[in-house]
């Protein structure tokens, strides 16, 4: 699974290892109203807007009429000026959807899907078979405990879009301010949902997007001129995000050699030879350092790039997201070369990366005989880990009668095919390789929010070891020490500390998409802290 590259690099072949991830006019309406099964959601029908009803999800194509819950896609626009328009699907709760909370899902990239990610292969109703054209049950999906929004952010992934070309050059401010605006709509078309909880939740780069979004709405609250500028905004969750460059890859490192993936020469010499601080050709905040060849001359740079290279090289083609996990071979590697390169231009750095990452595609290639010999899967067992569900997604969500069932593509026809992570935004590197430990800060100190942090332990992109090392670093009171949780199948689920306005949990044995991993671990820790209960 490749959906969360990154587009940064750090010491040139570090990050390409670490972060190889990381309102429209006319829809088009049904005449149908789904049948629904369950009398919980006839409270809400009557409340409908006819934005929304326009909305309306009745059916989806390889699965048949939806009758447990309604669900909505379409555009909603954020900024009429720029013809800029994101997309978004909606699934209210199993449950309750009146009482439940609501909760925005974002994956990260910056640059990659929520719909491929969390909507069709992480806690959706659905997951799709091998064939790419049908989809099976979810057993764990988050819509049996809140209404579930996932959001393609920013302009350009996906379905989203925008008419002013140079809106794909974006950073971490005016993608929160979108998604702020985003939420504002959805409200103003879903008006039942305002006064429910709201909480905003994410991975990977969503540990940029979350903290972000949740400063702009709580800031946006402060100097709110009326009710309807308001979001009723109770916390957020963030898994395997990432926070700190710095902390993070050197976390990275040390997770490396303690699970036997790099040798002690490498690790030594990544440490004494490596400024984190000083990632490659970028420096944290505004400055750039030159990404000429002078630039790579110095001798601790290029023993950094020599030692790193050697750990790219002692990895071997593993799944970095879950270093346990099969592969699925040969594509993913591919994209995230490009989307190394073109994070970084047309530098020395840039050139690097590609012939490494391409090096990386090769030993993969050459490690099967079969694109397919890495999974054994049967479509009949949904919880089994596919190392290809990626591909079985982009296929699916490019069927013309999916996108005729979403409203997506429609009216506006996009000039480029859905996938799951684009190589059409230009994201800031600066605000990539910007420290989070500030923003949780500030939202530490309003005092209004509850904050889960939980953390996939083999990861090898954003291992638990950086993640403990930050939370650790923010300096709360303990309020709960260190332990084990257990999940409902009595096995040790994690391990969990609880901090004043703060906890944090590792998932055992998951990688860096929990909720596809470790559905049932996930699902557990999720509804406890809906319910405001330890683990």
Known sequence: MSRHYFQLGTSVYLLAAIYTSLSLGARYSEDNIIDVAATHVSSLDSHYTAAALQDQVTSMPGWGPLKSFKMFSGY????????????????????????????????GGPGCSSLGGGFMSELGPFLPNKDGHTLKAN??????????????????????????????????????????????????????????????????????YVPNLAREIVRGNRGARSPRETLNLKGILVGNPLTD???????????????????????EGIRSNCDFNNIGPLLIGEDVLPTTADALTKPRVIACDEFCDRAMSELGPINIYDIYADVCIPKA????????????????AGLMIRAAVQLSSREKQESSNSADSSSSLTDEDPSKYDPCVDNEVETYMNLPEVQKALHANQTVILPWRWTDCTEK?????????????????????????????????VDGILPVVGTRRWVSGLGLPIKSAWRPWLSPTRQVGGHVIEY??????????????????????MFHLLTSFLNEESP
């Open 500 to 521: 004043e306005g703060l906890i944090f949990a590792s998932v055992r044995n998951a990688g860096h998409m929990v909720p596809y991993v470790q559905p049932e671990r």
């Open 425 to 457: 935004v230009q994201y800031s590197r600066s605000d990539v390789l910007a420290s989070m430990l500030p923003v949780y800060e500030e939202l530490l100190a309003s005092g209004s929010l509850r904050i889960l942090v939980f953390s996939g332990d």
């Open 76 to 107: 909603i626009t954020v900024d009429a000026a720029a013809g800029r328009a994101l997309f978004y699907v909606f699934v209210e709760s199993e449950s309750d959807p009146v009482a439940d909370p609501l909760m925005l899902w974002l994956n």
């Open 139 to 208: 057993p764990y999906p988050w819509n049996k405990k809140a209404s579930v929004l996932f959001l393609e952010s920013p302009a350009f992934v996906g379905w989203s879009y925008s008419n002013t070309s140079s809106d794909a050059i974006v950073g971490d401010a005016r993608t929160a301010k979108d998604s702020r605006a985003f939420l504002l709509g959805f409200m103003e078309r879903f008006p039942q949902f305002k006064s429910n909880d709201l909480y905003l939740s994410g991975e990977s780069y969503a540990g940029h």
């Open 333 to 348: 590697a591919q994209s995230e070369a490009l989307a190394l390169t073109r994070a970084l231009g047309p530098t020395p």
């Open 245 to 267: 460059t710095a902390v993070d890859n050197m976390g990275a490192v040390d997770f490396w050699w303690h699970h036997a993936m790099i040798s002690d020469e490498t690790a």
